[in-house]
Structures are given as structure tokens and as C-alpha cells.
């Protein structure tokens, strides 16, 4: 196995990794629906299945 050749200090560590950070993913509010959702994303609203604002696969009926 690889050995590295000098220990790098808590210090160096932690500065190099002082801009790693996660970000908040990005929401956007559907114009149609009004829910909020991933950007590319499609999403549920009340059984029906939307993407861009258009029904893509529709909510099922009950059968009584």
C-alpha cells in the first residue's frame, strides 16, 4: 500500500477543507400548481404526476 511521505498536520487539513460546503439545492414554485419542487424534477400533487407544469401521468379514480 501507499504511505505518504510526511503527515499533514489537523491544521493544513482543516484549511484546505475549510470550502467544502454543501449548498441547499435550488427550489423553484410551479406556475400551475403553485408546490414547490426540484428544478428538472418532476413531482406529485394531489395523484397526478407534473413536469414543466403539465400533467405527465394523471391522478387515478376511484372505483366505488
Same mark, same amino acid.
Given at each position: 500500500m501507499a504511505h505518504p511521505k510526511?503527515?499533514?498536520s489537523k491544521q493544513r487539513k482543516r484549511k484546505r477543507r =475549510? &470550502?467544502?460546503k454543501a449548498t441547499?439545492? =435550488?427550489?423553484a414554485?410551479?406556475?400551475t400548481t403553485g408546490e414547490a &419542487?426540484?428544478?428538472h424534477r418532476a413531482y406529485w400533487h394531489e395523484g397526478s404526476m407534473y413536469y414543466?407544469?403539465?400533467v405527465?401521468?394523471?391522478a387515478e379514480e376511484e372505483l366505488d
Open positions: 510526511s503527515r499533514i =475549510t &470550502h467544502k441547499p439545492p =435550488t427550489v414554485v410551479c406556475k &419542487h426540484l428544478y414543466k407544469g403539465q405527465v401521468i394523471p
